[in-house]
């Protein structure tokens, strides 16, 4: 059989783009504590398999009616009772009394498959079924028949849910195809959930972790590309996807922050933190392109002075392929390389502020409108050290007077300048890569955990930030 021929996609939205599937007519494992996730893994299997596949899919459960498992499915988007009207999933309350009825509740399960021709089947919860048996032996014997049964002579691809983490000595793990566990745990005491690819027969697991969410039912987050456009925009593509400003303020350039946060007030500053895991290039491809693209294709001047790992030759090249023509980066756009402010040998703060407050007032004065200012602040900091602070003071006071925005990138470089600058902040965003994936949230305001996930559908920088639930 081929590699294509053994696999099955699961549907389940992003878990496809790192594994091949599930082995077709095999059995899944799925593991977890309460409340990590297994019981909407199960339905997105079922649901995304029958949305996007049409194949038929039946959910048994020992735990919850089916009253119950419609309510928690419409909470999450998923309707499942207009695909039982039409034939193509079905949920079966299993009897808590096993022991006495075995034979008869694999029985139900079997009919209820070949009834509906099922190709997916989640079993919910092996664990459950365990208990109600004095021996294990037994049950033991009903997961073999159940294997050899359905796996076997229906050719039905199953998932079986067990509480708690795997142990490696169980039984199931070891007739398992596949074996997935699931973790909930908390990263800066934000909710943060794992999924783990702890066994796949047939297949090479490059990324065996993965940050996954239940928004919408189970969504895994694979690691972040950067997605540059592969044709150059036209000026009237970008501007059409252009989000709107919020009253009295700025949008961010992404709509879903400016949802969470309300956008950019006029004479904000915003403190944007980058981790160590991630280069400053990741934050302007995924964050500030769509900020600075939006500043300028509404008229706005932006000055750029680019963090460390920042190029001008890339800043400018990022502006080209998002639409940004050459006339518009000529009038409304400065990059400053902050070292050519001023002599190398001269230490005269004052020289840098004059220099620096010379081109804020000439693009100010050309644009007709405040800018935008965007500061490495490892740079500032790695040329003038705590000298920088007093003309951050300045540049602080003058923007409140004067209006626009100003965002600093702060790098891990300088550690001590982030507790200098975070007091002066209006709003506070750190970026940092868990298990491939890039996420951002805010420290003021608070705000969940969001997985950055640019838009494969789009053509502009505009990302989706996807909630951590």
Known sequence: MSRRGF?????????????????????????????????????????????????????????????????????????????????????????MALETGATSAVDMIVDQVENLGAKRLVIDSITAIKEVFKDPSEARSLLQNIISRILEQLKCTTIIIKEGETTGRDFEEYV???????????????????????????????????????????????????????????????????????????????????????????????????????????????????????????????????????????????????????????????????????????????????????LLKSLEKEAGKPPLKLIGMDRAADFMGEEVIPVIYRAVDELRERGGLAVWIVTPTYQWIVNRLAPLADVHLKITRMHGCVLLYGVKPRTPLYAIQPDPTSKTPIPNLIPIV
């Open 7 to 95: 696999f099955v996609k699961t549907h389940i939205p992003g878990l496809d783009e790192v594994i091949p599937g599930f082995p077709r007519g095999g059995l899944v494992l799925v593991s977890g504590p309460p409340g990590s996730g297994k019981t909407i893994l199960g339905m997105s299997y079922i649901y995304y398999g029958a949305v996007n596949a049409q194949e038929p899919g039946l959910y048994a459960s020992m735990f919850e009616s089916k009253e119950r498992f419609l309510k928690l499915a419409n909470g999450l988007g998923m309707d499942f009772e207009n695909l039982m009207k039409k034939g193509l999933v079905d949920y079966l309350q299993l009897p």
């Open 176 to 358: 398992a195809d596949a074996v997935i566990g699931l973790e909930r745990t908390l990263f800066e005491n934000r909710r943060l959930r794992i999924l783990k690819i702890q066994k796949l027969r047939g297949a090479e697991v490059r990324t065996p972790r993965l940050c996954f969410t239940i928004h919408k039912g189970v969504r895994v987050l694979p690691p972040t590309e950067l997605m540059m456009p592969r044709e150059l925009l036209s000026p009237e593509q970008v501007k059409q996807a252009l989000p709107p400003d919020p009253p009295k303020g700025y949008t961010t350039g992404i709509p879903d922050l400016d949802r969470e946060i309300g956008g950019l007030q006029d004479g904000s500053i915003t403190l944007l933190e980058l981790s160590p895991k991630l280069t400053a290039r990741t934050a302007y491809n995924l964050i500030l392109a769509s900020l600075v693209v939006n500043y300028v294709e509404k008229g706005r001047p932006c000055l750029i002075v680019p963090p460390g790992g920042v190029s001008s030759k890339d800043l400018n090249e990022m502006l080209w392929r998002y639409g940004v023509s050459e006339k518009e980066r000529r009038h409304l756009v400065r990059i400053v390389e902050i070292e050519k402010l001023k002599p190398p040998a001269v230490k005269d703060r004052t020289f840098l502020i004059e220099q620096f407050t010379n």
